[in-house]
């Protein structure tokens, strides 16, 4: 007897078990009837801030984060360089400051989702737009489209990265909701289908059919004509002080219905080396936010903290035009992860719209004066 009431007691907490797992599985995907997010089988819009895990150091990676979280964002983009993880054929680093996988363990634990934006081109204003140097060994390749050389070391790249990042996916426990292919490939001359195609069917044969894939481009028609593709979702980037129903259009041009997307709204911009630092006024920011909340849309802010361009990973414009080191970006915080008023003001437009998190805030880092810096090296015997 007693015996058999325990194996019923088992058999009843399995049952539980299971119809638990069954009726609220993690699941996110697009609501075309009603032009939104279901998370969970609930409409769910994301305001998010991007942040580029290979411009901070790793020991400020959980810091900025939680910056973000408490300026009421519930989801962070990230770009992934593939140059910066495979320095050299065949050789990887995942780790130290290009521990992506850290990363994102760091920001699910702080509360955001992710969305993840692994190219294979980035353009982000890093070197080569994130592809790596090594491809131009093969002299006739031609980047970013269906050349069998750069397929072949796209497949292999994708091969690596894609099943580290499966994991991650919401639906299988981790933070990332949307997974981005290309960027704004509508602005390379190049137009090539089968290679938006291709690429379509790589990241669903490693990530599975689940996944939201989508696509951005600038938000104009012209863009869109060869930035879109039937199975990923279009969605658009533009920046402050222009209208915002206009723009939305150039999407709805794409998808007619389904969640309104800005992937880059742009809180600052970026700098070319010899001209003045971009400066973005807080003001028209917060205005453009507010009405792209007021319409439902979902906002990414490109970029909510910029950071530093390090070593030599910084990009360049053609005509030749390099950024500086600094990707400041004007962004609402700063290079040095500090709290500016355009943070404050968008924390103030969000907070309309969301309850933000209590506790406090991480301060800004404390600064010293370290004095003059004596350089007795003449130019000409370094
Ligand atoms: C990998 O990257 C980290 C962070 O940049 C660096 O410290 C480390 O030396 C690299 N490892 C190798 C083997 O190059
Ligand atoms: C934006 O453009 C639409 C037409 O697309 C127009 O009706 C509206 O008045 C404009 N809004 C502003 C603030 O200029």
């Known amino acids: 007897m007693a015996f058999s009431s325990v194996r019923i007691v088992l058999v009843y907490s399995l049952a539980l078990t299971t119809q638990i797992t069954c009726t609220s599985p993690r699941t996110f995907s697009i609501d075309y009837q009603n032009d939104c997010f279901l998370k969970d089988g609930a409409p769910f819009r994301y305001i998010s801030g991007s942040i580029h895990y290979s411009r901070i150091p790793q020991i400020y990676w959980k810091d900025r984060l939680l910056k973000m979280y408490m300026a009421g964002l519930n989801a962070i983009q990230t770009y992934i360089p593939w140059n910066y993880h495979e320095p050299a054929s065949n050789r990887y680093n995942f780790s130290g400051d290009r521990d992506l996988e850290h990363f994102l363990h760091l920001a699910q634990d702080v509360g955001l989702l992710v969305i993840l934006r692994p190219g294979p081109y980035i353009c982000a204003e890093w070197d080569m737009g994130g592809l790596p140097a090594w491809l131009l060994n093969k002299k006739d390749i031609v980047l970013r489209t269906s050349d069998a050389d750069y397929i072949s070391a796209v497949d292999k790249w994708m091969g690596k990265l894609l099943p580290m990042m499966k994991p991650f996916l919401y639906q299988n426990g981790g933070p990332i909701i949307t997974v981005q292919v290309e960027n704004e490939y509508g602005s390379y001359f190049a137009c090539d289908y089968n290679y938006l195609r291709h690429l379509t069917q790589l990241f669903r044969s490693h990530l599975g059919p689940d996944v939201v894939l989508f696509t951005t481009d600038g938000a104009g028609v012209g863009y869109l004509a060869c930035g879109a593709l039937q199975g990923l979702y279009a969605t658009v980037d533009f920046g402050p ?3 915002v129903s206009t723009s939305f259009a150039a999407q709805r041009y ?14 600052g911009w970026l700098d070319h080396w010899g001209e003045h630092h971009s400066v973005v006024s807080t003001a028209i ?11 439902g849309a979902n906002v990414n802010m490109y970029m909510f903290i910029g950071g530093t361009n390090f070593g030599y990973w910084n990009g360049a414009n053609s005509p030749y035009a390099p950024q500086p080191t600094s990707y400041d ?4 915080l700063s290079e040095a992860g500090d709290l500016t008023d355009k943070y404050f003001a968008i924390r103030d437009v969000i907070k309309m719209y969301n309850k933000l998190p209590e506790g406090p805030i991480p301060p800004s880092t404390p600064k010293y004066a370290y004095g003059s810096v004596e350089n007795d090296q003449a130019p000409d015997s370094v």
């Open 241 to 243: 002080g222009g209208n």
């Open 254 to 267: 794409a998808e007619p219905h389904g969640p309104l997307v800005n992937s880059e709204f742009y809180t």
């Open 285 to 295: 920011v917060a205005k453009s936010l507010n009405q792209m909340l007021a319409m």
């Open 329 to 332: 970006y004007d962004a609402p």
